[in-house]
């Protein structure tokens, strides 16, 4: 990997460390902050109310990158939100899938042919028509733009043919120096330290792969899948599939500079002109000024529904760090700080403020099995290491109420959500359950005598429940953990993973009576080991990029993940057993060389709670500030800001303090 994104990664922002000081110093200084008196102390700073539509909004830095198809991270994927249209998008509040270049779309019975049809007055910020076409040319510049495409995998189930699956890490690449909160898990708040790293392509070359794309006309493109997928207008939605506008060929191989001063790759494929030219998109907005002091945006007056778009302008208002952020949200200078990560002592000092705003984000921290190798092969053993977590404890004490323990591989808002969209599409229902009983089938080909036997315990959540957990053990032949090989979990060097890591290794002890060796490693070292298949158990993340249930699904569970060491160690665990037990349970024997087990493909969630491939762990919260006279800003699980329905009431009032009744010398 190389160019900006390396940067990201292996560069995170310095505000982490300095919060919980910041906050302090900042509530010590003002003596609880410094509020208009009329407020009653009950925001963070003063409350100024604006009097344009002018959104004031730090997130964590400046935009950078202005390319749908290059950019990896808040805050450049929220400015090409703004900036550049998809066929769909997502409702901010609820996730659900929403028309946007396309007025609507159809599916075929079985989910594997898509149809969208754009809308007439879709219009580029030059006033050109957006076209099928447009679409098309764009997603085959990202093909051919392959690793430089940081979320390049999302292009899969378009790939014609048999060309083999575009994979790429899910993991972001954290900083061994983190702190507690500061894991990749928790890259919501400054997703740019965890952007994920870059899809590659196996097999055939970007060039040699194309898509099963047509566009037929103007204003209709046909997409044919190579696997069903009932979600598709979500992932549809994720900014890699928005178009980039035909620049001239003058333009298309000069590698202009971004603002920052970062080369585009010069690598023939028209890229979007940031410097010398103005850039042309098709969103709500379009780029007025880009410097490395400040980026504006302006509303396009050539989108289809600018009149329903109330900001006339977007400020991203740049911050040496967390505490300049802080500094100008507290003295009335921008409306909005998002991307910042807040340790559990800034928690209690921000959690009484109104404007403090908490919800749960789609970052999963889980611990991922090599199912390759026995006793893991058997699905009683996966399940009973599942069941022995107390995760709401882990979440609560081990990180004191940070994160939101997770029960299930997906957040429930968006799955509700989904499934409610899928029941109101006829086809979509009959091609999710085609789509099921084929996983089925494939689970039944590829199955064993543990998954016969676990037919019966399929969890709709992995709730901690040490009973079903020990008795689990048990049928799998160690009870009581007698005979049960030394677990080797491997988790990157991190304070907070540490902590996590031996919390669970406790829980493990306690309720199973299994044993586990911990194995701190560098970056470097646990991804080694990660890729050879060197861990019985190891901590992964997904920081989610859709609702899409298939392709989080893949990018968790692909088979995939287990190709460059499956069946590469000469025993079970590399350490010795436990005795086994007078009496004789019988111990697993070790399959020393055996061929590594089929691991069937995970394509929805049902099938991961069956075949619990890994652990579900916890989920992120994400933070931010937002001033009261600010509506439409709304966050969900995926982070995906959209400013088309902000607006500022220039009128806000602060609420009114209710009088307090006097009776006699006392208060009521």
Known sequence: MKGRLAKIVRDPPRWRAKLVAVLSLALVA?????????????????????????????????????????????????????????????????????????????????????TFYLRDDARWSNGEPVTAQDYLRSWQRTLRLGEDAP?????????????????????????????????????NTNATANAPESRVANGATHGESRLAVEAL???????????????????????????????????????????????QPNDGVPTPPVAGGALVTNGAFRLGEATDERVVLERAPNYWDAARVALERVRFVGARDAEGALAAYRAGEVDAVTNVNVEPTGLKLLASYKDFRRATFGALTYYDFNATRPPFDDVRVRLALALAIDRGRLSEDTLEGSTVPAENFLPAEPREEKERDAKSEDGLTKADDLRRDEAKSDDTKAGGESKQAAEGDGAAKLTFDPDRARRLL??????????????????????????????????????????????????????????AGEYDVAKRSLLMQTTDEEANMLAMFSPERFAFGAGGATDAQGAAASPQPAGGAPRRAAAENSPPRVVPEILDEPQALREVPAIPVYFASSFALVKPYVGGFDANLLEAYSLKRVRLDVGWQPPRKEPTAVVGFGRR
């Open 151 to 187: 979320h390049f995998s999302l292009l899969n189930n378009l790939i014609a043919g048999d060309a083999r699956s575009l994979r790429g890490d899910t993991q972001p690449k954290p900083n061994d120096a983190q702190s507690a909160t500061g894991s990749e898990a928790n890259a």
């Open 30 to 114: 003002s003596g609880g902050g410094c509020f208009l008196d009329d407020a009653g102390g009950s925001y963070y700073g003063r409350v100024v109310v604006p009097r344009a539509q002018e959104f004031r909004w730090s997130d964590g830095g400046l935009p950078r990158v202005f390319d749908p198809a290059r950019a990896a991270a808040p805050p450049d994927t929220d400015a090409v939100r703004a900036l550049y249209e998809g066929l769909t998008d997502y409702d901010p509040r609820t996730l659900a899938v929403v028309p946007a270049d396309a007025a609507r779309w159809e599916a075929s019975r079985d989910a594997r042919v898509w």
């Open 474 to 531: 048990a049928e799998a032949g160690y009870p009581g953990g007698y005979g049960f090989p030394r677990v080797r979990l491997l988790v990157n060097r991190n304070d907070q993973h540490r902590q996590v890591a031996e919390t669970i290794k406790e829980m493990w002890q306690d309720v199973l009576g299994v044993e586990t060796d911990l194995q701190l490693k560098s970056w470097d070292e646990y991804e080694t080991r990660l890729r």
């Open 217 to 263: 006309g103007d204003h209709v493109l046909r997409l044919s899948l190579r696997r069903p997928d009932p979600n598709l207008p979500a992932l549809l939605a994720h900014p890699i599939f928005r178009p980039v506008h035909d620049a001239p060929a003058a333009q298309a191989g000069r590698g202009e500079a971004s603002p920052a001063g970062a080369p």
